[in-house]
């Protein structure tokens, strides 16, 4: 049995659905042929038995009802009733008690025997028994004027064998029939359910041998499971292609980001080597600028990890945005004394789930954004508003702003909108780090920028 199922569990899908189909319906068929076979044959076996009991009904009230001696002219007389016992097949024989046969209708069947010691006969017994072929045999107490005597009828059951006979044959041939229809239906239909799978696959492999240009393209779009299925793996294909591009992109970026320290570090470390031994004051600025440049390399991994680890979402964190904000407006008139941060707050404060150092990174890295790409005096204006289902807080800045295309960019990791924002001491992945914990913690943002007049973050917090 083992072996068995085996068997069946390294075939094919296409091959067990078949197989699976067409052992269904052979069971079902089976077991209603039986069904109907046994019902078939009890009604067919009970119908010839009251044949049987009706011709002798109709035998033994015909003798009855002559009342004296009867002659075999007048039994061939009643046509009708020997026509019925010759159609079916019947032999009639009336016995004396003596057991010595008086008189025979129709001799097809020879006697079947006859216990006169027992006094059963004195009623209508209807017997199955077994002669040439299967018999119905009724004995009964017949009476003549002043004979009496025992009526045998025998009922051949040939007519009822050769009718049932034929009705398996049907059925077997008809199942037959059934089954090899159903397989070849089932066989059409697996193939034609089974191929968007092996279009699925092919495509698999194509993905894996060729990459994501050689995707096949799908011609099945029922709205069915398969259908969901297909669907799936096209919007998964889709994600995987972007973040591929995005990771090549993210690589690219950050060997270009990390080259430019290691080789200003390399630079003024031969520097050094060269003069600076016995030069103080270039041993001072190459020393100075290469700490600078570690510090920057540092940061930017530091970043990169955070990235890259995106750590699960505290479902039971809570920040207070006024104490959040307190802390970076002190943090950042501390390294940026030239600028200017405002505060205003609105409606009766509460609690944002959040942790209080995902908000500081948020708010942090937009606010430096702010005061970094900025031409004038920076100024930053923060708006809280407070209300019964959410909270908005808004940061707007002064700065030089970003132009409308570049816009769906800011968040992409090493983007930059020009040139002249490379030297401003940032990463390049600020944004980036802010666009993660901003959908970890559902929260909607919204940004406008002008050229010139500068950018306005909003932030949606749901209550």
Known sequence: M???DKLFVNQSLKTKWT????????ISY???????YLALYSWLLQNEENNAIRTADDLTGFLQSQKGSITIQEIQSNTGLLKAIVNQNQTVRIFNFDGYEVLRINDISPIAKIDLS???FLTT???????KEDVFVINRLVQIGSFKGILQL????STFQSMMQYVLTAMLIAGIGAVFLAGSISYYLANLLIKPLKDLRDSMDSVRDKGFEEQIKFSYNADDEIGDLLTIYRNMMAELQQSFIKQQQFVSDASHELRTPIQAIEGHLSLIKRWGKNDPQVLEESIDTSLSEVARMKKMIEELLDLARNEKKDTNASANIEIVLDSIKSEMQLIYPDADIEIESSGKQKQV???ENALEQIIRNIIENGIRYNDKKPLINI????????IILVIADNGIGIAKEHLPHIYDRFYRVDASRENNGGTGLGLSITKMLIEKYSIDVDVKSSIGIGTQFSLTFKI
């Open 19 to 26: 197989l699976s189909t067409a052992i269904v319906i052979f």
């Open 383 to 390: 708006k809280v508003n407070y209300y019964d289902d959410k």
């Open 154 to 157: 025998i009922h051949p059951l």
């Open 125 to 131: 017994i209807v017997t199955e028994d077994e002669l």
């Open 118 to 120: 027992d006094d059963s």
């Open 353 to 355: 789930k959040i942790t």
């Open 2 to 4: 083992k072996k068995l």
């Open 30 to 36: 089976a077991a209603i042929c039986i069904v109907i």
